[in-house]
């Protein structure tokens, strides 16, 4: 990729996250939330550890004022002698958001579908390939990838065993102890001409982890089908808000499509998406009532952004809460998740829940 190009930055500026020497639990979640081109996207990329410190290494070809914000930014920046950065961090944990475009990453079939690949096949000195992490492996690591509707995802596979799947327009992958880690996805490009956001489910069977990928004989291989639990040990509690008392759900409600805008359920809390105290006690019940199996597709929208570059947070608030309902009894092949519509200001707290049929909603109060 081009160093003219912020895609070079959001797809390895992670990749090569380095510990400080300790054992310590390393979490990470990548979100790809690509353009209707195919190419371009808009990546939100978080990693999570109980170290006192981290230091992050970029190459030649990245930089941070490539990315559209790096959280903690009081980190100390050293230019390093072959051209590359190394970031240090007071903290454990980081986030970063960027938007670019893939390149070398994407190679075109016979047919005309594209092939990404998450690693370029060349192995480290030190052996490490891929997204990979030392001294220790990622206790867990999630990629997902989310797609327009003129995007049809063809097959999937990873070097390492987790397990896949598909909600609506959300492809992703989680594994546990795992490390090294490369990602191979084939899709299918349409029209891109007047393509609209994500928000109809689209359904693809899982492939089988690649055998073309090398499988370091340190590994620790996780059981296939093994989910990551996705919910915080502890509510974030929030400040009241001050928006009128929400009514409920017209009882009257029909066949037609129905949404429901719901208040401070979820934050960016040090640039990850978290479900508030109110949150839980919402979603409990909007799951609820959602999981009676009446309901045939649902979209769930982040809250409205000041401008493209919120793109990301928006995004990855709306798979929170889409996630949150999908491990709550609702069926998660009938979610779609898309960011907010650009309206000129930031509006961190509105999330809208659009549900077809109307009917499906029928005793469900968003207020409380």
């Known amino acids: 990729m081009n160093r003219t190009r912020a895609g070079a930055f959001a797809v390895t500026v992670l990749l090569a996250g380095f510990a400080l020497p300790a054992l310590a639990a390393v979490e990470r979640e990548d979100i790809i939330m690509l353009a209707a081109d195919g190419r371009h996207f808009t990546s939100y990329k978080t990693l999570r550890s109980d170290l006192s410190a981290r230091v992050l290494y970029l190459g030649p070809d990245e930089a941070p004022d490539d990315a559209l914000f790096i959280v903690p930014s009081d980190y100390q920046s050293t230019a390093l002698d072959n051209g590359g950065t190394q970031l240090r961090f007071d903290s454990g944990s980081y986030a970063i958001m960027s938007t670019g475009r893939f390149d070398d990453e994407i190679s075109r079939a016979d047919n005309g579908e594209r092939i990404f690949s ?63 880690i490369a990602f191979t996805i084939r899709y299918r490009v349409n029209d891109v001409a007047g393509a609209a956001a994500p928000s109809q489910p689209k359904k693809t069977a899982p492939a089988a982890p690649s055998a073309e990928l090398p499988l370091p004989k340190r590994q620790r291989m996780t059981t296939p089908g ?56 919402v979603l409990d019940r909007l799951a609820a009532a959602l999981a009676q199996g009446e309901a045939e597709n649902i979209t769930v ?59 499906a909603l029928r005793g469900f109060s968003p207020g409380g």
Do not use: C, M
Request: proline share 8%; charged share 20%; net charge negative.
């Open 118 to 180: 998450s690693w370029n096949g060349v192995t480290r000195s030190d052996g490490h390939l891929g997204k990979w992490n030392s001294p220790d492996d990622f206790a867990s690591f999630a990629y997902s990838w989310v797609v327009p509707d003129n995007i049809d995802i063809v097959s999937y596979r990873a070097n390492r065993s987790g397990k896949w799947q598909q909600r609506g327009n959300t492809l992703s992958w989680r594994g546990e102890q795992v490390n090294d």
């Open 226 to 281: 093994t989910a990551l639990k996705t919910e915080p040990p502890t509510p974030i509690a929030t400040a009241p808000t001050t928006a009128s008392p929400a009514a409920d759900v017209d009882e009257n409600l029909g066949p037609e499509p129905h949404s429901v805008s719901l208040d401070s359920v979820v934050i960016l809390a040090n640039g990850r998406p978290r479900i508030t105290a109110r949150g839980h006690n």
């Open 301 to 359: 929208t982040g809250p409205p952004i000041a401008d493209s570059r919120d793109t990301g947070g928006s995004a990855a608030q709306a798979a929170r809460v889409a996630d949150y309902l999908g491990t709550h009894g609702v069926d998660g092949d009938k979610i779609g998740i898309r960011p907010g519509n650009v309206e000129g200001k930031r509006d961190g707290r509105s999330v809208e829940i659009r549900v077809t049929p109307g009917n």
